[in-house]
């Protein structure tokens, strides 16, 4: 979707960068990025540098950036815009869902996020620049970036270290390092859902990615505090994304 | 940033983690941290700067490799709303800068395949 948008907007000087947080790399992404096709820069990003860097806690999440390289609104969550035709492979065709995944799909559906409202400030940004209202002053943008604690800033180093051991093959050696991730960042999401996403289940390929949490049977082998299902209906499906805010209230 | 040595060279340690050693300290943008032991002859001992900057060291000694954490100082993830530079590559290995799109509005958004 972000493909048809860029090139709806191409004439407007805006270029879109889409970068897959993935610590096993590109081959787990290549299917959907080759799907998309894109013609702007698709990035792999095995470290989850990107994510330290601009403060993505969650996915999908987006930064704005100006002509001068001035961040113009910090991290938060980015829908695809509705508006243009979706250019995902559906994974779910032909599955008969299992119990856990139609339980997924409930908390799923609850789900705030307003797709319309930040395609709409999308647009106004490009057309209006930083007279736009969604544009935000140098000040603003820090103030509203992520808060990062000495514990939070401890916790991507933990991931990091993480990254590195499933990168270089060692899935056994990662996981202390993400479960001390997992502690230390509590307002992570992306951190939780990268780990869960490896372990195994009774399904396979990339839909297997989606079940994130113990294999029915083999609940005591689950190595995670928490799974997918269990902490979304903890915390509240509808608290999953902040709101989408125009300007600091 | 990952390291397999807690001695590096000044230039490692800059690129790595996108502070530059000056003579008021470790800079990054308008912000500096005083160095009361600062590097010298163009190496950093990784214990000493984490200590002094604090930023987190987070080891596994049995396997020889770290990984040196960000600062949190300003107890924000930005310092200040100049987007720091990003390297990453495509699905190819291709690498792409982030800075080499001044110029244009960017859209940079963050996906996985979970």
């Keep these: ?249 | 940033m990952i390291l397999d040595s807690l001695d590096v060279s000044q230039d490692a340690f800059e690129t790595g983690t996108g502070w530059e050693i000056k003579p008021e300290g470790a800079c990054k943008g308008d912000v500096c941290i005083p160095l009361p032991s600062p590097p010298e002859a163009g190496r950093v001992d990784v214990e000493s700067i984490a200590d002094q900057m604090g930023l987190p060291l987070v080891g596994d000694p049995e396997r020889s490799v770290w990984a040196l954490g960000p600062e949190s100082v300003g107890a924000r993830t930005l310092l200040s709303a100049q987007a720091p530079e990003l390297r990453l590559p495509d699905l190819n290995g291709n690498q792409f800068t982030l800075s080499s799109l001044r110029g244009s509005k960017v859209v940079m958004v963050a996906w996985s395949p979970y």
């Design chain 1, 1 to 249: 979707m972000w493909q048809a948008f860029r090139e709806d907007v191409a004439d407007q000087g805006v270029e879109i960068v889409t970068v897959a947080l993935e610590t096993t790399g590109a081959e787990a992404c290549r299917q959907f990025i080759e799907a998309a096709n894109p013609a702007h820069p698709s990035l792999i990003d095995q470290y989850h540098k990107s994510a330290e860097l601009f403060g993505f806690v969650n996915i999908p999440n987006a930064v704005w950036i100006d002509e001068d390289g001035m961040i113009v609104r910090p991290s938060e969550p980015a829908p695809a815009p509705p508006s243009m035709k979706a250019d995902r492979p559906n994974i779910f065709a032909d599955l008969v869902p299992p119990q856990r995944l139609l339980d997924i799909m409930g908390e799923a559906v609850k789900i705030r996020s307003n797709p319309a409202a930040y395609e709409a400030a999308l647009r106004d940004w490009f057309t209006n620049g930083s007279q736009s209202q969604f544009a935000m002053t140098p000040d603003e943008v820090v103030n509203r970036s992520q808060p990062r604690s000495a514990d939070e800033a401890r916790g991507q180093a933990n991931f990091e270290l993480a990254a590195h051991f499933e990168a270089n093959g060692d899935h056994d050696a990662a996981i202390p390092y993400y479960r001390e991730a997992h502690r230390l960042t509590p307002e992570n999401f992306s951190y939780r859902r990268q780990a869960w996403s490896l372990e195994p289940n009774e399904l396979d390929g990339p839909v297997a990615r989606f079940w994130q949490g113990p294999a029915v049977g083999a609940e005591d082998a689950w190595p995670y505090e928490g799974d997918w299902l269990s902490d979304v209906k903890a915390m509240g499906a509808e608290n999953y994304y902040p709101e989408f805010k125009a300007e600091q209230a």
